[in-house]
């Protein structure tokens, strides 16, 4: 008999218990060996992933507990505080000059967004950008430790080069639980990408200078983690009185926010 042990690691004070593996007998051939290594590293890595995700989450908690004990009048200043430039290269749906502004930033390896997407932005394009209430704007904020976050976030860019981002950034979304560089190139191919202009701009050095430029207008918001929204009005090109939304709200509460600027 052959054991193979995969730990137990904690994550946020649950014990996340996997599982013993017992394989009977030699393994069938040195290749079936291998690709069980490589299955248990993964899931490592895909722990690892989870147990920072959760540790962001708790930070975001607090921030949240300790703007809650404030006094109302405090909260009011905190809730109505940011102000954002638009920029040229920003993707949005929606009618551009629409006097409300919705930016996002967010992670194609993040559940959370993937839920935004499945079950709240529907009703936002259909409540909101479809008639020409809103403007949607998605910023690309990939997490350091979500392996292929900044891989996606490239194509999406790289796509937008060729006129094919929503349908690059649908199907990242869409196929977030199995997305790797492989994953990448076939949906790429499938949106009918010019595959060799494509791999051009995910190595070159503009599409890079522009991630970093989304990445570092996040920071500068203080947006920690994904997903992370901002809703206010358009003013001489940039957003203004800003409410900051963070996590995957529910619609109700995401429209009572969206409404409060008309």
Known sequence: MKLWLIPKPALGGVVFCFMLLAVLGPLSAEADETALVNMLRSLSSDVRA??????QLKSEVQ?????????????ANVLQRYTLDLHVDDHGVGDAEAKVVIIEY???????CARHQRQTYPL?????????????????????????ARDASLAAICAERQS??????????????????????????????????????????????LLEKRIAS????????????FVGRLVDGKVTQATRIS???????FAKIVDSYF
């Open 218 to 229: 996040g920071k500068e918001m203080g947006v920690r983690g994904t997903p992370t929204f």
């Open 124 to 148: 936002i394009k259909k409540n909101y950008l479809d008639t020409g209430k809103a403007r949607y704007i998605v910023r690309d904020f990939p997490l350091g430790f979500h392996k292929f």
């Open 50 to 55: 989870l147990r920072e995700e959760v540790r």
């Open 106 to 112: 967010s992670d194609y390896q993040c559940p959370f």
């Open 164 to 209: 094919a981002y929503q349908v690059m950034h649908d199907g990242l979304m869409a196929n977030q639980k199995g997305l790797n560089r492989e994953t990448i190139e076939k949906l790429a191919g499938d949106a009918g990408l010019n595959m060799d202009a494509f791999q051009a701009c995910l190595g070159s050095e503009n599409a890079a200078k």
């Open 247 to 253: 996590g995957a709200q529910a619609y109700p509460a």
């Open 63 to 75: 921030r949240l507990r300790l703007e809650d004990s404030k006094p109302a009048s405090a909260k």
